[in-house]
């Protein structure tokens, strides 16, 4: 079936470097959406995106994050600089409609910033 | 305070026995899903429903929305099945943003 595929399923970085999480929505869905989970948390609703634009974000999408889709390749979510509190796993979803579908959700990008 | 509440935090059964996964709200949901998070982390969408009653093989999930709870019913648990439960509310905002719960880690042991 189709999958949202998330690159790379791990990222090791310094604190203060700039990193970038990409995925590969299902390719017919139009919205797209980041969620934070910490290891042994709740899962966070980060920020959702919809024809080129953010919808909505949450008080966790500090200003350091953005996320853009270019002409339908990945949805990255950028984090310029990293701070300690930004490791977690990132999980992408996407979904066709807007509500009422639940979204499909990748595998997840596991960050650990040092 | 926490939006979405579920209970148990934590249930261990035996191969067989059944399962009653509860999940509160506080806020007015449109819909309740139930995602299965494997051990890795990844998320399984089971079931979806903005109220009554839904079944898809052993699973049931029931939604009460003017009473703001939820259910999952597991019957004839397999080991297979342990793992973490996520209920998640979505609002009538239209985004499509959903409110997790904290989950319930189910164990069935043979």
């Known amino acids: 079936g189709p999958k949202v595929l998330q690159i790379p399923s791990h990222q090791i970085i310094d604190m203060g470097q700039m990193v970038t999480l990409n995925c590969d929505p299902v390719s017919n869905h139009l919205y797209f959406y980041w969620y934070k989970q910490i290891l042994g948390q709740q899962m966070e609703f980060l920020v959702n995106?919809?024809?080129?634009?953010?919808?909505?974000k949450s008080k966790l999408f500090k200003d350091q994050f953005s996320v853009e889709r270019p002409d339908g390749s990945y949805f990255t979510l950028k984090i310029q600089p990293t701070a300690l509190e930004d490791s977690a796993v990132y999980f992408c979803?996407?979904?066709?409609?807007?509500?009422?579908?639940?979204?499909?959700f990748g595998e997840g990008t596991r960050l650990s910033v040092l | 305070g926490q939006q979405v509440q579920q209970s148990p935090a934590s249930l261990v059964l035996q191969e067989g026995e059944n399962a009653e996964l509860q999940c509160n709200f506080s806020s007015t949901a449109t819909r309740l899903q139930w995602f299965y998070q494997r051990p890795g982390g990844s998320l399984v969408s089971l079931l979806s429903n903005p109220s009554g009653t839904k079944h898809t093989g052993r699973l049931t999930s029931t939604t009460v929305t003017k009473e703001r709870r939820g259910s999952l019913h597991i019957s004839s648990s397999q080991i297979t099945d342990s793992g973490t439960y996520l209920c998640?509310?979505?609002?009538?905002?239209?985004?499509?943003?959903?409110?997790f719960g904290d989950g319930t880690v189910l164990t069935v042991k043979p």
């Open positions: 979803a996407s979904s066709l409609q807007g509500n009422n579908q639940a979204p499909l």
């Open positions: 998640a509310m979505e609002r009538s905002t239209n985004t499509g943003k959903l409110t």
């Open positions: 995106f919809y024809n080129g634009k953010v919808m909505e």
